[in-house]
């Protein structure tokens, strides 16, 4: 959510931040001004009426229940305008339309070289018996995969690996998180109103969450954190469940793209001053995961055109599916500044000064355990069809150093 305020004193500069976006909001603040200038007037005239009840106690009563009643009004439809706007990029976010337009800052790891042509996980998993969509189809229809044996210890090994690494030596702190969550939650991290059709909502009203991003930011809610609890950092793993609207036709084969998947999200709390140094802590944190998986990837900044909705700036890690000989995204590390913690009012005070301030939020994917099997099972694929387990996981999966059939 944008502060008015700050519109309302410069409204050409939030126009050209608009445009970056979209370039339909070339003339937005024009409109928010307006409704934020009637929003006043009637405040003022309000305060107008209030100052007479000593003399017109009747007139006044009634006077003042309408006039609230408009200025809730005008209140309410320059909120709607507010909330359906994106953040404003970082001035060091590029230009551009699309993932063309991205700026791949480094890569790290070498590609892996086949004395044989690599065949992509699902070939892999469904030779080895332990990836089946047919069955998953029959029980709940497309976009869903089921594991077994090896494959599916594999995939549970990763999420614990993954947590476990967070935590001990990432200084985040491990969150069971309820898997539903109602409005006031979904709209706190701008889920709602805008991607509504994205989530899977509940008979009850509820909706599934599409991220661990949504719930454990949400802890800030309402709240005014001393300065001292500050940077505060959680992590979960979660299923986490998306409609996947308009993605009819985008990666059908395999478990790229699933209505279900397992994700480790990590979400930090800072204050304003903090929040460029903890994207970049932040980030790297993913990073370490997909070096220790032994995963050849790259890290990238997202362009205007590409960057979410709430993000300020985004980093994706990408890594290299040799079956696909393609980069796919694995991990997104954004930073959004204020821009949640004022739809949700999440604030802090500080230790010296007066008053309180919104806090930043960020959130990154440490990383998606789904996509982590994917690139585990393709990198790592031997000739006979067999996958070597990375020597970090096998730990977790004693007397299994490579995933074969049963």
């Known amino acids: 959510m944008h502060d008015i305020r700050a519109i309302r004193e410069d409204p050409w500069s939030f126009n050209a931040a608009m445009v970056r976006r979209d370039s339909r909001f070339s003339n937005i603040s024009d409109r928010l ?26 007139e006044i009563g009634l006077r003042r229940r309408e006039g609230a009643d408009t200025q809730r009004m005008e209140s309410e439809e320059l909120r709607r305008e507010l909330e359906v706007l994106p953040n404003i990029l970082d001035h060091d976010v590029p230009d551009g339309f699309d993932e063309r337009d991205n700026q791949v800052e480094r890569q790290v790891g070498t590609l892996p070289a086949f004395d044989f042509t690599p065949r992509q996980h699902f070939e892999l998993g469904e030779a080895l018996g332990q990836m ?29 690996f993954m947590l476990d690494l ?14 539903l969550v109602n409005d006031a939650t979904a709209y706190g991290t701008a889920q709602l109103p805008k991607f509504a059709e994205d989530l899977f909502r509940t008979t009850d ?22 300065e001292a609890a500050l940077p505060l950092r959680v992590t979960a793993l979660s299923d986490c469940f998306r409609s996947e609207a308009g993605a009819a036709g985008k990666d059908t084969r395999g478990m790229l793209r699933q209505h279900q998947f397992r994700k480790v999200e990590l979400v ?51 890594v290299w599916l040799p079956g696909q000989q393609a980069w796919r995204e694995i991990s997104s590390c954004s930073n959004c500044r204020d821009f949640q913690a004022r739809r949700m009012n999440a604030r802090y005070r500080p230790a010296e000064g007066k008053g309180v301030a919104h806090v930043h939020t960020l959130n990154g994917s440490g990383v998606a355990v789904g996509r982590a099997l994917i690139a585990v099972m393709e990198n790592h694929q031997q000739a006979d069809g067999t996958i070597r387990v990375p020597a970090v ?11 074969s059939a049963a």
């Open 132 to 160: 089946d969509f047919a069955a998953a189809a029959k029980l709940a229809g497309s976009r869903f995969t089921i594991l077994r044996g090896p494959l599916a210890r594999l995939e549970r090994a990763l999420g614990q």
């Open 268 to 318: 930090s709390i800072t204050r304003p001053e903090d929040s460029v140094a903890e994207h970049e802590r932040m980030t790297e944190c993913a990073e370490a995961v997909l070096k220790l998986l032994e995963l050849p990837y790259r890290r990238v900044l997202l362009c205007a055109g590409d960057t979410g909705f709430a993000s300020a700036k985004t980093y994706d890690l990408e």
């Open 33 to 58: 001004v307006q409704l934020d200038k009637e929003r006043r007037e009637l405040a003022g005239k309000l305060q107008e009426q209030q100052s007479r009840r000593n003399e017109l106690a009747k």
């Open 393 to 403: 996981l096998r730990p977790y999966l004693p007397g299994l150093e490579q995933i």
């Open 205 to 226: 009203g509820r909706w599934l969450v599409p991220t661990a991003e949504v719930p454990l930011t949400n802890l800030a809610a309402g709240e005014i954190l001393p």
């Open 166 to 179: 967070h935590t001990r030596q990432h200084g985040y702190e491990e969150v069971a998180i309820p898997l």
